[in-house]
């Protein structure tokens, strides 16, 4: 039979560290935690950088838009498509914002992701430009407009 294990704490052995480690914190541990720390910093700055460059495209969007509604019509789509037209290149780039015709109601609306300028009101600004102004509601595109803009999210 065995005996009865001791009721004091006297036979119990000490704390043993792992070998090679000094103290309690190991430079190699520390030095990965503090990598951690800075690659999610960089990642966080990176994000508010990008979603401060969106916030501008989309502020200055908007702030141009709601000049170009204090336009007779004609002026208004005038300056409402020549928006768009930046707002394509600097979304997109250079070879999207050269596309004409029905290829850039269509480059519209993936860029924006709707069928405003296909199918909706928005066709007065890629196809309708040298319509009568008559032909088309300015401010369901003025509203539509403010809308899709609205989203951007560069």
């Not at 119990?12 to 430079?27: C, K």
């Not at 600097?90 to 850039?104: I, M, Q, V």
């Not at 040298?130 to 509601?137: E, L, Q």
């Amino acid at each position: 039979m065995t005996a009865p294990p001791p009721l004091d704490l006297s036979a119990l052995r000490p704390l043993h560290l792992p070998t090679g480690g000094g103290g309690a914190v190991q430079p190699e541990v520390v030095a990965v935690i503090a990598l951690g720390f800075g690659l999610a910093l960089l990642v966080g700055l990176i994000r508010i950088v990008r979603a401060r460059l969106g916030a501008s495209v989309r502020r200055a969007a908007l702030r141009e838009l709601a000049l170009a509604k204090n336009l007779p019509p004609e002026p208004r789509r005038v300056a409402q498509a020549r928006l768009l037209r930046r707002l394509v290149r600097t979304l997109k780039g250079e070879e999207a914002a050269r596309t004409r015709g029905p290829a850039w109601a269509e480059t519209l609306d993936t860029t924006f992701a709707t069928d405003f300028f296909r199918s909706g009101p928005g066709q007065a600004l890629t196809d309708g430009l040298y319509r009568r102004p008559g032909s088309t509601d300015s401010e369901q595109i003025d509203d539509g407009l403010t809308r899709l803009l609205s989203r951007i999210r560069a």
